[in-house]
């Protein structure tokens, strides 16, 4: 890994499937060891988004790199990068430590180190008990714990993670949380994406909101907060909905999209009606 | 909403449900369109042979045409009952959405409107093709009266056929959600039944099987709707039984009835048994896998592993590899019938051994990783360890088989002793290769999505495009092998080239072994170039 880049850089990047545009010149930058919190209204192109940056979806347009290596390069990032989809990428038919067993083959390591990693990741998501059942037999959330250790099983660099609390009780949504934690602590870099506010608020260095394939705003939750200028108490959920409100009328004419440059947005603001205005 | 409305939305919505379902199944559509292209020449022929059979009737001596009648209507009851309880087990008594039917409508409504559904489904073939065969019947009978008798005990037939099969259904459903034995061994009663089935059909045992049954129901009610049928043929049918029959309809009803709420509700409301697979933790290294694991890398050893614990817990999932085995049954029910093993048998068994071997696991290398294949992709080397793992995992589990299965039935066939080992070889080449065949097949044509390979199960198999194709290059691959070592084509063979069989034999597994090898490598390479440079969209 080269200290010297981002954890994750995109430029331009875009994607569009036929007509439609999924992502539109997505400009973004993580910084090692951090949280990037990717919020956005269901069909944002935040699944889309993160396929691109895992080398899973090849770009219409534009690039990104991952430790300054490029997402076109699948070989090189694959061992760096660590990814949960939002369904959990599991055989019913396996039991869930043959699952991690699978996944930790696939990945190389050697069988010992596996073992040990497969039996700590167990533990810690109280999975032990568990580990010998057949997967059909787990609940989503179960089934969810399996997904994320199989992601952090090879220890990436670079984690993405796509709705990683969907199914879980309040319990397992806290350890997955402190495990993010303690990932960013560790210096990993977790790029989260996520309809719950409150893990974004709690958990992520910076914030970025797609809406309609635009990055809407960027900056860290206490930030965008501030922005909003409005009375004491705003929070992110505020900030959410402001930002990925429908424009109306006389409101898009005072409220311009997203042009594709992460500067400029960054240095946006919203306005008194809670939308991003450029300065 | 009156009670009769609601029965009949419930009817309606489900048919609509189940219509738009095939729709959109081009493969359900085409064998639809397929039975129904078939159907329609019985139909007609059934309807001809049912004018025949009146004039027949109309000329004949009249004591054993009521036994016949009787007879035939028993046997068109257990039909009724066989086909319906088969229909309630497998599809009606699965509706979609049933936590919310449930809390919608009462489960006596619910099990009512299913078999209203079902009753119109079997009324809309029934009652048309019964309808022009009971005119047929009457006009060459000569007897009228003879339409409403017939169309009566159709709608009888029907009216206690369904529901019969609705409580053999619930009965079986009832005693497998109860069972904690009945839910561990439901594959395998399935894979018996099934075995059992395609037995029947080629044996030609169905009359012995379905005999017992007719003797338990010959005493009952149920024969007396042939009298029922018979009635103004003048052919002695009883107008008593005939009543009777019309009577017994009615009681049958009310008591189905009563015992389809009281199953349904003990069905829908069960607390079933819940059955916890769990798996007696080994390490695969220092187990049954331990020799593979010190051959093969550790990526390739873990896809082989995961592939055959998966087939061996879910070994529905591996049933379109029964295809090939339906073609094979027919020479082996041949050399049982026989008790002689021929020419063909070895070459029978070395060729489905052969297609079998390379779909199993290789036809579907993308497709098959489900949800995982996302971070599949994002493992090492994934175009190695996938493809080369699963073209090893049939390979492995199926060639062993093959060639002892292709060796034993040659040596009890007329081929000579090097003939045999010739065949022994191509067998093992063929059945090891055929994987390497269907890989650049199966990443061509992938599937993603699941589909029914039973009526309650759904999994991912290789789309039929691939299958065929991959069927048809096998054939081609192994056509030198069969040919060579046929008894008529390698006989011709050797007399006009004036050489041994054993060395046509020879030459058509060389050539066979060549020519697989090559469309192996080429699909292989196919293959692991599109894994590589997979992408999701």
């Known amino acids: ?279 | 909403m009156t009670r009769a409305k609601r029965l009949r939305l419930i009817a309606r919505a489900e048919l609509r449900r189940r219509w738009r379902t095939m729709k959109g199944n081009t493969t359900q559509l085409l064998a639809l369109a397929f039975a129904g292209i078939m159907l329609l020449p019985f139909s007609i022929g059934g309807v001809f042979g049912a004018y025949l059979a009146g004039g027949f009737v109309a000329g004949s001596e009249t004591e054993p045409l009521i036994e016949w009648a009787r007879v035939a209507f028993v046997y068109g009851w257990i039909f009724v009952v066989g086909f319906g309880g088969y229909r309630a087990y497998a599809v009606a008594l699965r509706p979609d959405n049933l936590d919310g039917l449930l809390t919608a409508v009462s489960h006596r409504d619910l099990i009512s409107g299913l078999l209203l559904t079902e009753l119109a489904l079997w009324s809309a073939f029934f009652l048309t093709v019964g309808s022009a065969a009971s005119v047929a019947f009457a006009v060459g009978a000569g007897s009228l009266l003879t339409i409403p008798a017939l169309l009566l005990t159709l709608c009888l037939l029907l009216a206690t056929g369904i529901p019969a099969g609705f409580i053999i259904a619930l009965g079986v459903r009832n005693a497998g959600v109860r069972s904690r034995l009945l839910s561990r061994l439901r594959t395998l009663f399935l894979v018996l039944l099934g075995i059992g089935y395609f037995a029947l059909i080629f044996t030609n045992a169905f009359a012995s099987a379905l005999e017992p049954i007719y003797r338990v129901l010959s005493p009952t009610p149920i024969d007396w709707f042939g009298d029922l049928a018979a009635l103004g043929l003048g052919v002695g049918a009883s107008p008593f039984r005939a009543i009777g029959a019309v009577g017994f309809t009615g009681v049958f009803v009310v008591v189905a009835v009563v015992s389809l709420y009281r199953l349904s509700e003990w069905l829908w409301y069960a607390d079933g048994v819940h059955i916890t697979h769990e798996v007696e933790r080994s390490d695969d290294r220092s187990s049954r896998f331990n020799g593979l694991s010190r051959i093969l890398s550790q990526p390739v050893f873990g896809v082989v592993v995961a592939d055959w614990k998966r087939a061996r817990r879910s070994p529905i999932s591996l049933s379109f590899a029964l295809y090939p085995l339906i073609v094979l049954a027919g020479p082996i029910v041949t050399a049982v019938q026989t008790g002689e093993i021929g020419t063909g048998l070895p070459l029978w068994v070395l060729l489905t051994g052969t297609w079998v071997a390379g779909s199993l696991f290789a036809l579907n290398v993308v497709g098959q990783e489900g949800a995982a294949l996302p971070v599949t992709l994002l493992s090492e080397a994934p175009e190695r360890s996938l493809v080369t793992g699963h073209v090893l995992s049939g390979a492995l589990l199926i060639a062993p088989i093959t060639v002892a299965a292709t060796v034993t039935a040659g040596i009890l066939s007329p081929h000579s002793v090097p003939v045999v080992a010739s065949l022994g070889v191509s067998a093992l080449v063929l059945s090891a290769v055929s994987g390497a065949i269907g890989t650049g097949i199966g990443v061509g044509l992938p599937r993603f999505e699941a589909v029914s390979v039973s009526r309650s199960t759904k999994a991912i198999v290789p789309s039929a495009f691939a299958f065929a194709i991959y069927s048809v290059a096998v054939l081609i691959v192994a056509l030198p092998a069969v040919i060579a070592h046929s008894g008529i084509a390698g006989h011709a063979l050797a007399s006009a080239v004036g050489v041994n069989r054993f060395v046509i034999g020879l030459s058509g597994t060389l050539v066979s072994a060549v020519f697989a090898c090559l469309v192996g490598i080429v699909s292989m390479y196919v293959a692991r170039d599109r894994v590589r440079n997979y992408r999701l969209g």
């Open chain 1, 1 to 279: 890994m080269t200290r010297d880049t981002d954890a994750i850089e995109t430029r331009e990047l875009t994607k569009r499937f036929g007509t439609e545009i999924a992502v539109d010149g997505l400009n973004l930058t993580v910084d090692h060891g951090t949280v990037y919190g990717f919020l956005g209204p269901n069909g944002a192109g935040k699944t889309t988004t993160m396929r691109m940056l895992t080398s899973l979806t090849r770009p219409t347009d534009g690039e990104a790199w991952i430790n300054g290596n490029p997402v076109s390069d699948r070989d090189a990032i694959r061992a760096s990068i660590g990814y949960l989809p939002e369904e959990p990428p599991v055989f019913d038919e396996l039991t869930g430590r043959e699952q991690l067993e699978y996944f930790g083959r696939l990945r190389d390591l050697p069988a010992a180190e596996m073992e040990t990693r497969i039996t700590d990741w167990l533990d810690r998501f109280d999975l032990s008990d568990d580990a010998d059942k057949r997967i059909d037999d787990y609940s989503k959330g179960m089934r969810q714990k399996v997904g994320l250790i199989q992601a952090l099983l090879h220890d990436p660099d670079v984690v993405f993670l796509d709705e990683p609390t969907s199914g879980l009780d309040p319990r397992a949504a806290r350890t997955v949380l402190d495990v993010i934690a303690d990932l960013t602590d560790d210096g990993h870099t977790v790029f989260l994406s996520t309809h719950i506010l409150s893990v974004v608020e709690e958990l992520a260095d910076v914030v970025g909101v797609l809406y309609e394939g635009d990055l809407v705003t960027e900056g860290s939750p206490t930030e965008l907060t501030a922005r909003m200028e409005a009375e004491e108490g705003t929070t992110l959920e505020d900030v959410f909905l402001s930002v990925t409100a429908e424009p109306g009328p006389a409101a898009s004419e005072s409220a311009p999209r997203n042009t594709g440059d992460a500067a400029a947005r960054q240095d946006g603001r919203v306005d008194d009606d809670g939308r991003v205005e450029d300065r």
